[in-house]
């Protein structure tokens, strides 16, 4: 018979092993197989005007990603960084497609879109359900 010590510890080995090989090999921080995002450099390139439209983030959606410029534009502060970084990713290779999203994606590398990511990520958020309404 087996020991259900024994029996304990495989299914936990087993579940940290498991985990562990959802981790990117590379350090990355996402699901989207980014590298890590680093905040400060994702703020500075929130600022830098995109050659395809002239627009920077920050025209676009604001500061701290909380003040689109027009209401049918996201809030982005605040938002899970996976999300952000899955969303450029899809612009940038065109499965997902906005007549200005997807040119300004279209120069960003890996690195650039796991900062911006990072940075509106850790701006605060003013995003908002549907909770209660009904």
Request: glycine share 12%; with cysteine.
């Amino acid at each position: 018979m087996i020991n259900s010590k024994y029996l304990l510890f495989a299914c936990v080995f087993s579940a940290a092993a498991a985990l562990a090989a959802c981790q990117p090999a590379d350090g990355g921080s996402s699901s989207a197989g980014l590298p890590k995002g680093r905040i400060d450099a994702g703020e500075l390139q929130a600022a830098v005007k995109g050659e395809a439209t002239g627009q920077s983030c920050i025209d676009c959606h604001g500061p701290d990603g909380n003040q689109p410029l027009d209401p049918t534009y996201p809030k982005l502060g605040g938002q899970y960084e996976d999300y952000l970084g899955h969303a450029l990713q899809q612009y940038r290779s065109g499965a997902r497609d906005h007549s200005l999203m997807s040119n300004q994606a279209q120069g960003l590398s890996d690195q650039q879109i796991a900062d911006l990511a990072a940075f509106f990520a850790s701006q605060p958020s003013e995003l908002s359900d549907l909770s209660g309404v009904y």
